[in-house]
Structure formats: C-alpha cells, structure tokens
C-alpha cells in the first residue's frame, strides 16, 4: 500500500464515531492521560521530537520516559483560554501546516481527549493520584482458521486503585510476524495467510503485554500425530494440533547415528561406526549411542568451541596467553562434566592474572579489564538471557528493564580492577571496595542490586559478585536455568524457543512456554548437568523427526514438526573433510590443535574458516547460517577438498590400493560422508560411470568431490 494511502487509512481509523461517547477522566494524570497520545501519534519517536536534539525547536523524551520533562516542554504549546488555539491541537490534526503530516482528526478520541486537558488547566496530576498498574489485552489465545479473519482487541488499564478503563483506542500495537496476523491501529488482528502464532506487541503509556494469536491455513490433519509419550512431545504436539500441522515421521537409523554424532562431538561416525549401528537390533540403541557419544573426549571439544564463541574466547581482548589459558580452563570444565552454574560462578568470581587463570578472562577487553557496563552487557546475555544494554541510555522501549536497572546491575561489577603483571598483555583482577558506579540519570552512585530485585546487601569491602553469583546460579532463579536450557536447545534443534537465544523478554515469548519451563526445570534438577539434558532432548520424538516435509510443515520452522537441516559450523566442515580424506589439517602456532575445533583462538588465518562464517566474536550472537556465492565458488574452486583427494597418501588412495571391489569402495566411500549405503538407483548409476571410465582414480576422486561439496554432506539433517 502506498505511504499516502496507508496514513489516511490510518486517520480514518482513529475517527471518533458518533456511537463513541466521550468522557473525560474525573482526575487528570499527565503520564496516564496525555504521554500516550504522545506515543500513538509517534510524537516522541526517535524519528520525531524524541530525537536528542528534538525537532523545529521542540523536544520530547524517547517514548515519554521523563513526563516532567514533556509536560514543561508541552505547556509552551497550550492556551489555556482557547483551547481550540493550542499548537499541539491544531499541529497534528493539520489545521496549521505540520511538518509531520496528520496525527489525528478534530472529531477523533485522541484529539477530545487532549482538549479536555487544556480545558481543565492542563494539570500534570495529582502526586496521590492512582498510577496505572498494567494493562490486560483481551481475548485470550485462540487460533483463526481462514485468511482475511479479523480478532478485535481489547486493551483495558487497570489502575492502582482497582478502577479500569478501555484504552484500545490509545494503544499502540504492533505484529512481530506480520505473514501471520497484521494488526490495525484499531487493534483489529487480521490472518494474512500464513500458518503459526504471532505476538501482539500492545503499549499504553508506558505499559505494555504481548498476547499470541494463532493461525492455520490447514485442514484438521488428514493424518493424526502417534499419541506422545515423551514430555517434551506432549509440549510441542499440542502446539502442532492447534495449528494442525502434521509431524514428520521419525528419522532412519542413518540419520540418527549422523545426526548425533555432529550435535554432539562434532564429529562424523566411521563407516565402522556405520556398519555396527546399523546392524544392531537393540531396542535402545539410539539412546546407547548418545551416551556413548556424550563420553567421547570430541563432546567436550564442540562444548569448548561452542562457549569459546559465547565469552567470546579472542586474542583481541585476551591476547595470545589469555586464550590459551581461558580454552584450556573451558576444556577441562566440559572434559569432567562441570556443572553450568559452577562454570558460571567461576567465571563471575574470578580473580588473578589472566594467563594463569582461566576464568579471569571472561572480564577481558583489548589490553585491560571490561567495564562494570560492558560486563553487565555481557553476564546479561550470557547468564540471564537478557539483552539488558538498550536501557544503558533510556528505559528498554519494549521491556521492563529501566536506566536504573542496568546501572544496579553494573554496579555488581564495579569493584573488579586490573593491576599490571611484569608481562604488558597480561592483566591481573583485584578488588577494590571503593569503587563505583555513576547512574548519569540521578549523577549519584548507583545501588547494586539483584536484576529487577532486591539490593545486593554485602559487609564493607566484601566481594558482591559472590552474593550475586549464588543469586544468579540458585535454581528458583529466574533467569539462569531457562537461559542455559534454551541455550542447548537451541544448539540441538536448530532454532531455540526463544531466538534469539540472548533475548529474553515478554515482547518477544518462547514458541511453547510450557516446554521452556520443562527443560529448565529439569535442568536445575540435574544440578545443572548439560549431558543430562541433551539425553532428554535426544530421547524426544522431537528431536528424531525426519527432515522430510509433507505438505502441512514444509513452512514450518519454528514449531518443530520436523527436523531443520543445519549447515555444519565451519570448524567441523573442515573436520570432516579432514577426516574423511585421513589427512588432518595443520595450524601453526597452535600445536595443542588436532582439528580446526580446538583452535583456541579464532583469529588463525583461514581462508575456508572465513568464507563458512566462523564466529568472529566480536558480539555475543549465534553464528550466522547462511549459504552464500562464496560458499558455492569455494566448493567449486577451493583447494582444501581437492588436494587432500588427490594426494598420494590419501583416504581414497588407500582405498584404492585395497583389494575392495568397486561396489565395496563406494559403500565404504557412503557410508564414511553419509552414514548410509547408496540407493540402489545411486549405485547403479556410478557403478555404469566407474565400469566405463578411462581412469578409475579420477571417477572415484570426482565422486568423493561432489559428495563433499553436496548438500547431503554439509548440513545435518
């Protein structure tokens, strides 16, 4: 729809009907009545008069956060005397030019509302006046079922006093899947066609919910999902029978034993592997094989990678000695299954020099110590799952998190300081109690405190991180087990229940809140035992769905009817490569490396490790999935596979020189990339390819070429 012709649809909306009666409110406050008008007509917006430096010489707060501040700087635009004559009346509803187009109409409730205001003296309200508690959105949850279906929305404030008020007409709503529910300023919910649950983000002065709305564009399912048994089935079936979304059926053998073995060690099963696997009738040998795995010393290895990413493990902000210390820490933490609350723990209590002690360098930054604010950035998406730096500037525009609470929770961290060692790169953390940090909204100290609790009440001089790390660890919080539990589910399925994983928030809810809940109870229960959790995960139907569509879940991909293909990480495509060829890589000056997964420090120089996007940490995110032009040119053209086919001394040519038949080496050749045989169709027509070649090392070198450059090979499905 053109600009033009939305914003009048927009103005239309906002019309007072003349079944609308209008009452003005019996007492009057600024922040409840006024600010949210602010706010519908985009008035404070960063784009409009919220900007820092305002805008045609008039400046309101980001988003209405210092009322005081708007009301002095709203009063210059009133006339008391003659209302009708105010500038922010006759600005907005265009009766005078305005830079920023049409707010709102003279008959509509917005500009009745802000008349009656002035009419009544323009009162900022009274200091006992009731203050506005919350708002509820109404309907409850319910799925809509046919494209072009509308859900009216209900907002109601309710007030410290007990009293409600509709103030539908003066939210502002927004949809965080507009394929799926688009939402009028109205508050009218409207089905687009496609399939899933959509978040209606509703703000009303300052307040704000986010209910879920469903929609399906299926049928009832033709064929029904098998009764589940497994808890975490129960949470994710119910969700697809909402929608009427169709599971995949369970993986094969194959799939499973590949799957596995990538999530967990990173790693691809042998042929050998292969063969014992697929030839076992053991009713539970697909649990068998997760504990195997989980011993192996490559699970501690992909652990090791995986949070070298998260803490961002860089000879940037730790130097070349720091990394070291800090992976090796990381690596014997996984390698004796350490609890996740007592690696965190350790890494929040850290003290010494960060070339001897591993965990002090979670409070490195290029050449010196993080600040208590950037640390705080940190432990908060790490540990609490929160991206808690957007209120370092102002109050969180879509969370509860204020300026105050970011500063109290750096505060925790402000008596961490760096002493020199006789080495220049090192850095050595020690205490110092008179240290603090400055809230620049009030320009005192800030009070550390619990995020969104209570004040960290420690004896003078004592070390606060530890009261805080036993807060943050505890298993009634409510922040670390469901953090750490979305973490691994998200490194096991794909997509975690909140993604990002970092960004915890009620604007932004898990796909299946129950399930969030399960697993981090569960968590906790294990004593924080990650290993426990991913046999949960693994043992689910869940987890061992096919990757194969059927025509309900092929749009699927974040409800989990089927299993999301994953490209391997590139530290494990170049593995595998590695593995298959038998010929490991080498890195220099890293000779504790074996495999490009224990690399300690990302900045060795690779090329491969570039183009499949290695994290490059220099921010706490996931790594980036893509498939790129590079990619495709790089299999085409890149020397890594090539060479280490062709080289004397190689995988293929030991086949070669075996005594294995044709048919033998291609099974062997499948099973080792694959972990399956060739179909029978595959094998045929390779074997006519082999039978009438010239060469026979040159088919079979083409063959393992393109079978590690397929899309079967690079990503785990």
Avoid at 403 to 415: G, I, T
Avoid at 581 to 597: G, H, Q, S, V, Y
């Amino acid at each position: 729809m053109a600009p033009r012709a939305l914003l009048l649809c927009t103005i239309a909306a906002l019309t007072l009907s003349a079944q609308q009666p209008f009452t003005p409110p019996a007492r009057w406050n600024f922040s409840t009545h006024v600010t949210p008008i602010l706010t519908f007509g985009g008035c404070n917006q960063s784009a409009c008069h919220g900007s820092p430096v305002g805008k045609n010489g008039f400046k309101l707060s980001l988003f209405g956060y210092e009322p005081e501040k708007d009301y002095q700087a709203l009063i210059g635009r009133l006339n008391i005397k003659s209302p009708d004559e105010s500038l922010v009346l006759k600005k907005p509803a265009m009766l005078v030019p305005h830079g920023g187009g049409p707010r709102f109409r003279k008959d509509s409730r917005h500009y009745q509302l802000l008349r009656a205001w002035i009419t009544a003296g323009a009162p900022f309200g009274d200091a006992d006046a009731p203050s506005l508690a919350r708002i509820e959105v109404t309907p409850p949850y319910r799925v809509l079922t046919s494209k072009g279906e509308g859900l009216p929305l209900k907002v109601t404030a309710v007030y410290s006093d007990h009293t409600r008020d509709d103030v539908t007409a003066f939210s502002v709503f927004s949809s965080n899947d507009e394929s799926i529910l688009k939402v009028a300023p109205t508050g009218i919910a409207t089905t687009q066609g496609g399939t899933g649950d959509a978040a209606i983000m509703v703000r009303y002065a300052g307040k704000f919910a986010a209910p879920v709305y469903g929609a399906t564009m299926y049928a009832s399912a033709k064929t029904p999902a098998p009764l589940p048994q497994h808890p975490i089935d129960r949470e994710i079936y119910a969700k697809l029978r909402q929608l009427r979304i169709t599971p995949s059926a369970v993986c094969s053998d194959e799939e499973f034993l590949r799957r596995t073995h990538l999530d967990i060690t990173g790693t691809l099963p042998t042929a050998a592997d292969a063969r014992q696997f697929l030839a076992s009738s053991a009713p539970n040998k697909r649990a068998l094989l997760v504990d195997q795995l989980l011993e192996k010393p490559e699970y501690a290895d992909l652990e090791t990678l995986v949070w070298a990413d998260r803490l961002r493990s860089d000879s940037r902000f730790h130097r070349v000695g720091g990394v070291r210390s800090y992976f090796r820490w990381l690596k014997e933490e996984f390698l004796l299954n350490r609890p996740l609350d007592k690696l965190a723990y350790s890494l929040l209590t850290a003290r010494g020099a960060n070339f001897a002690s591993g965990p002090a360098n979670y409070w490195g930054n290029y050449d010196k110590i993080s600040t208590p604010i950037e640390t705080a950035i940190q432990t908060g998406q790490v540990f609490l799952g929160v991206r808690i730096g957007c209120a370092q500037c102002h109050n969180h525009p879509f969370e509860k998190w204020t300026q105050s609470d970011f500063y109290s929770l750096a505060a925790v961290f402000s008596q961490v300081v760096e002493f020199p060692t006789k080495n220049t790169q090192e850095f050595d953390l020690r205490l110092d109690p008179n240290r603090a940090v400055i809230n620049p909204a009030t320009r005192r100290a800030a009070e550390p405190r619990y995020l969104g609790g209570e004040i960290i009440d420690v004896a003078p001089g004592e070390d606060r991180r530890i009261a805080f790390a036993r807060w943050l660890t505890a298993r009634e919080n409510p922040f670390f087990a469901r953090a750490m539990a979305n973490q691994i589910w998200r490194h096991m399925m794909g997509r975690g229940l909140v993604q990002p994983v970092d960004d915890f928030r009620e604007t932004n809810p898990p796909t299946h809140p129950a399930l969030l809940d399960l697993l981090a109870t569960e968590l906790a229960g294990y004593n924080f035992d990650q290993k426990r959790l991913i046999r949960f995960i693994a043992a689910s139907r869940t987890y061992q769905h096919s990757s194969a569509a059927n025509e309900t879940n092929r749009l699927d991909f974040k409800y989990y009817s089927r299993w999301y293909p994953k490209r391997m990480m590139a530290e494990v495509y170049m593995d595998a490569i590695a593995q298959v060829t038998n010929l490991p890589d080498r890195f220099k000056d890293w000779p504790e490396a074996r495999r490009a997964t224990e690399l300690p420090d990302n900045r060795f120089a690779s090329y491969f490790l570039d183009v499949f996007e290695r994290s490059n940490r220099l921010v706490i995110c996931d790594r980036e999935e893509n498939v790129t032009v590079s990619q495709a040119l790089h299999f085409v053209n890149g020397p890594e596979a090539q060479e280490k086919i062709a080289i004397p001394d190689g995988r293929l040519a030991q086949w070669l020189g075996s005594p294995l038949a044709d048919s033998q080496l291609l099974e062997e050749m499948f099973l080792a990339t694959l972990a399956r045989p060739p179909a029978p169709r595959e094998k045929d027509r390779l074997l006519t390819r082999v039978a009438s070649a010239n060469n026979r090392k040159e088919v079979f070198e083409d063959i393992l070429w393109a079978i590690l450059n397929s899309r079967e090979f690079i990503f785990n499905h």
